[in-house]
């Protein structure tokens, strides 16, 4: 048995100890808003935060993630919207959606460490989620109006 | 118009291949069995004291349901839809509910018509008109539901307003008939009935009384100047779930009780497995069980990811290939297939081309295009269950009816015993036209009878077993004299993905792959002496419809090779363009582009522009790129695209979906391409086939323009014009022709 902090909750899971953390959260848990895309960060559909930074969690070891906190977009408000998932709504930026809980969770991760990005700085930490809807031009923008909600810019 | 007539005349030799189910859908209505009358199918499983108008509205005394007709693969007709419905039933978002239709021919597509028909886009001549009225016809009997073709709008944009109007009417004369006040004196206004001293009845309180009059069908639908919503920027009714992470797409579905599967698949599409070794993976943690399959295993086990380890682990012995092994034997048949034998159709044969092509300075090249995956995010899924009855199955797909077919024919049963559920899917492209998912599913699932299966493709999988977009190749020539294009002679040969997507569904079409004439035939340039025709390649890799289909290539080789000529006869691209176009609200989109980017000849100092002009799915579109040769690599700087689509709906998913199309189109043509080796895919994941990332998206302005006589779609028709334009663009800015996607090959990007 291994013990996980999700959103502020224990969970016991009984699974191998190199299942990456995505399906922990998705078959175990029963979280699904992280996305499964490519299985070998390449996409970034699946990223979530452990403790506080932005990680793909098809690539975590859930033995490694064990003991730290992980949060995925429901808790990321703390029972509000973000301000990144205003901007998001604000820009209307999702096509079908699939990529956008990673690019939110990317885009937050961005905003923590570099309160107002360039779009060259945008260009370097958002290139590794991939949208095949092709919404990059409205991640950029929601992205320079997020910083301003949060005081950034 | 004096041009648009003499064009029909000019096709009307086309225009003499069956109407009916000639051109775009083969013989697929004979192969149905045509309804008589399609029934509403919501009626069917009615609630008490619920009342349903048409397949779209459904009332009960408790909500209000909203049907939308077509598969939501992110393009947002799962918003658009109701809305255009609410339009005219007066209902504000939040007041209703939205679902995905059923299989049914009630939701034909009427937005094949304009396809179907053998007349240019721009042709309203009477010949035109009656032969598109005939395609309606056919649609309705052979109650064909698909979404594809950038049809959703078409096929939807007055029936939903009359579903909406027929209702609003209908709730009015039941509150006509409790109230004793006559129906001239009802308004409605928000999910209510409104008496004229302002007491409101709601729509659900209506519901019971409304089932028991017959529907007012005489309605007529409002001015658009009284329009709330249509044609206004909106909020997306899946915005807010899509940023929360609330909404669940077909993968996020469970259920109690079921069993995750993951599969090995021949990579030699479309064959058998001969034998497998399973010992290892049979140990592995969290396996239950593993499945022969007709091409290939299944491994069930505890979660997604113990399957595809295991699965993976799986030794098999594959048959072999029954398309050529290796890709340069693939690109062999295609250079030898421009003969008689593999003639698809000679679309146009305008005046004396041989001898046009003697009289100037003769140009020729050759293009070609790739094979390309669709890989939307989202991999294939599916949960199934299988009982003695049937089988009921969630998947996110454009086909309803197919699904139903392909199902029942993998586990013996019949269409009907089948019951589909649509889910929201992450992309598709084309992909969910396609039914490897389904055919596993249902394999699995009959040998687990009584137990929901999930179903979960890898990405490795979800690559191996895309049926690609069609392989194409180009032969061109013309020729240029006294500043002016005399002759052109264009010829493709190139796999058939229509064709090859009704073979799948069961359906053999003899006749030719209309999609191949799409950007070789709608050509609207004034050439004298002018001749296209299509071959098609035999024996190789299925192909099938990836975003914008035949246009994706072909687009791009007219286009490119339009510029050589325009070069070689010292003319501007774009000026040249609009003197040769012969549709004045054609002429209309290049002039506005050309204003959007304020074109005013080269720019110099390692900069180039380049245009495109493609109509594809009845929608044309110009669009200007901007590049700029760096030491790196070239860049793109910037593209303007306008568009005329009759009326644009939603201007804001307008402007997404043409922003999308456009990396769509540029993405692939600079990055992507599947080859094969051993007879397998040797694209497995993103880092090999990644389209666009964010870093080399360009700033991507938009013009929607409502010129054209009819509403059209939007989908797909953006994308073609983005690669040519492209190159057009890198020409100007080094000189140099690139001819063949993926341009990378041959120059590097920033």
Known sequence: ?153 | MAEISRLSRRTFVFGSVAVAGGVAFGSYGRAQEAPKAAANPLAAGLAPDSVTFNPWVEISPEKIILIAQHADKGQGVGSIQPVMIAEELDLEPGQFEVRFAGPSPAYYNSGFAHELAPFMAPDQSPEAEKARAAALEWLRKSGLQMTGGSSAIPDTYDKLRVAGAVARETLKAAAAKRSGIAVADLRTEAGNVILPDGAKIPYVALAAEAAKIPPVTDVKLRDPKQWRMIGKPMERLDIRPKVTGELKFGIDRVMDGMVYAAVQLNPNKGQPIKSYDASKAEKMPGVRKILKISNGIAVIATNSWYAMKAAEQVKCEWAPSKYPAEQADHWKAVGASFTSEFLGKQWRNDGDVEAGLKAGKLVEAEYRAPYVAHAPLEPLSGIGIVTDAGMEIWVGHQSPQAVQQIAAKAIGMKPEQVTFHNEWMGGSFGHRLEFENVRVLAEIANQLRGTPVKLVFSREQDFLQDIPRQIAMARYRGSVQDGKIVAADFQVAATTPFKGLLERMGTVSKDPDSQLAVGIWNVYYDIPNYRSASYEVQGLSPSTTWRSVGASANGFFTEGFMDELIHAAGLDPLQARIDLCKIPIYRKILETVGEMADWKGPLGNGKGRGVAFVESFGTAVAEIVEVTMTDAGIRIDKVWVAADVGKVVDPVNFENNVQGSVVWGLGHAMNCEITYANGAAQQTNYHHHEGMRLYQCPVIEVRGLENDFTVRGLGEPPVPPAAPALANAIFAATGRRIREMPFNKFIDFV
């Open chain 1, 1 to 153: 048995m291994l013990e996980l902090t999700v959103n502020g909750i224990k969970h016991q899971v009984d699974v191998v100890p190199e299942m990456p953390l995505l399906w922990v959260l998705r078959d175990e848990l029963g979280i699904t808003s992280p996305k499964y895309g490519c299985g070998i960060a390449q996409c970034g559909a699946c990223t979530v935060h452990v403790d506080g930074h932005a990680v793909r969690s098809c690539q975590a070891r859930i033995a490694d993630v064990a003991g730290k906190a992980v949060t995925t977009i429901e808790a990321v408000g703390h029972g509000k919207l973000h301000p990144v998932q205003e901007a998001w709504i604000e820009h209307q930026v999702p096509q079908c959606g699939y990529c956008q809980i990673g690019q939110m969770m990317q885009a937050i991760s961005l905003l923590t460490l570099i309160p107002n990005p360039s779009d060259d700085e945008i260009n370097q930490v958002m290139s590794g989620n991939l949208c095949r809807c092709g919404t990059y031009e409205r991640i950029r923008a929601a992205i320079h109006t997020a910083a301003r909600k949060m005081g950034g810019a």
